[in-house]
């Protein structure tokens, strides 16, 4: 029973950094491509340039590695409990 109240908890805390670290990420690129397009292009419309920015970051590797959030402490806490039962 505390294994799974672990895991609830676990969850529900690395839910919340992935969506503060999924929101943080966007918006940085959300400036970027703004800044790009102040910069760099100033001819078209600007919000059709930072949205199409935003779709081709969707499909991006970054926003995949982002899940790293949940793989990376299941790792460290499977290996924890190895080690500590079996060596």
Not at 9 to 15: D, M, P, R
Not at 57 to 75: C, E, M, Q, T
């Amino acid at each position: 029973m505390a294994l799974i109240r672990l895991f609830v908890i676990a969850f529900i805390v690395l839910s919340i950094v992935y969506i503060s670290v999924s929101l943080y990420s966007r918006a940085v690129r959300r400036d970027k491509l703004g800044r790009e397009w102040d910069e760099d292009i100033r001819e078209g419309d600007r919000a059709a340039f930072v949205k199409a920015g935003l779709k081709e970051y969707d499909g991006s590797l970054r926003r995949k590695l982002i899940l790293g959030v949940y793989v990376i402490p299941a790792v460290i806490v499977a290996t924890i409990i190895y080690v500590v039962n079996y060596w």
